[in-house]
């Protein structure tokens, strides 16, 4: 068949396109986000509790830490523990909030940074040392504007440890609210949650989420910390996990007392410039996790395009009935996976929010190729 035959013959190559776009996103479901959806833990033949050393680097965070600390603080755990906040050359009032905790709460301990890392931007050295003041081999990192959604999320994630585990990825949630904008923030981080669970259940983590994220101090210091991406302002959550995890030692914690909750963003210019800085880091990630997460963004931008080209020009009956395999394999995991991660509500939009991913590629995907901003707020 030459160049002229198969241009006669475009709208059956875009439905075959169309036809193979789909079934890789049907695979992304089937083989990795299933696992979050239908996922059980698996009891525990004996029980451990560990020291555990919370870590919170803050700048300029008066008034978060004033309401949000507390939440640390207050944790019900019977095992030794400590809650160290990093003030990172703060200008506000944050040194006298400390103060005045310390009086109260003899856990806690505070770092106060006085001078700037010129040649590490970002939130890496403060809490580099933050872990290196750490007392105790686990320590869990949380940021000043998340507080823990239970009394038990100490006790929670610490719980998921065994001789084999040196990390824990847990679940940041943001704090449902009315409007657009509340659902689409939540909407991306369950959908952002439900890859690197899935991926981490299927022995490829990728990354965590630094609102709720544990490791030991012994993988931290074996990786020499930050070294490796020290001059990138971001990353200390996602490019650490990146670099460490592996399938023996990584474990997922979903249990919604180990959740965090963060007061998410109310402008469309603060998520933007958030999204931006998180996927800025992505083009340093493993060469497998780009491509993996490559393609399946790929697939998912080219979808909905070629599903139109495909019921007009060719046959929309078979473009129907492609579009339905997969929107009901999407309906059938997206439930289980949405209320595992307390986000059920989100569920009879999914549809609107499968279709406003295609406008989410457009938007962040000049992130890809940006040099990331030298501030971590």
Known sequence: MNFNELLAHWHSIVFIIFCIVAFIQIFYYLFFYTRLAFYKAKPKATSQTHPVSVIICARDEAANLAKNLPGSLLQQYRTTHEVIVVDDNSFDDSKYLLEEFKKEFKQLTFVELKQEAKLIPGKKFPLSIGIKTAKYEIVLLTDADCVPASEFWIDKMQETYDDDTEIVLGYGAYIKKHGLLNKLVRWET???????????????????????????????????????????????????????????????????????????????????????????????????????????????????????????????????????????IQAVIYLPAMKKLNEKDLYPLFLFFDLWMFFYYLIFAVALIKKPTNTWK
């Open 190 to 328: 369950f959908h952002t949650a439900l890859q690197y669970f899935s991926y981490a259940l299927a022995g490829k983590p990728y990354m965590g989420v630094g609102r709720n994220l544990s490791y030991k101090k012994t993988v931290f210091f074996r990786h020499k910390g930050f070294s490796a991406h020290n001059n990138i302002p971001s990353g200390d959550d996602d490019l650490f996990i990146n670099m460490a995890a592996t399938k023996k030692n990584t474990k997922i914690n979903i249990d919604k007392d180990a959740f965090t909750l963060s007061e998410p963003v109310t402008t469309w210019g603060q998520w933007t410039r958030q999204k931006t800085r998180h996927y800025s880091t992505g083009k340093y990630y493993k060469p497998l996790h780009k491509f993996l997460l490559g393609l399946y963004s790929l697939s998912h931008f080219l979808f909905f395009p070629l599903l139109m080209v495909s019921a007009i020009f060719y046959c929309w009956q078979w473009a129907l009935i492609v579009f339905g395999i997969r929107f009901v």
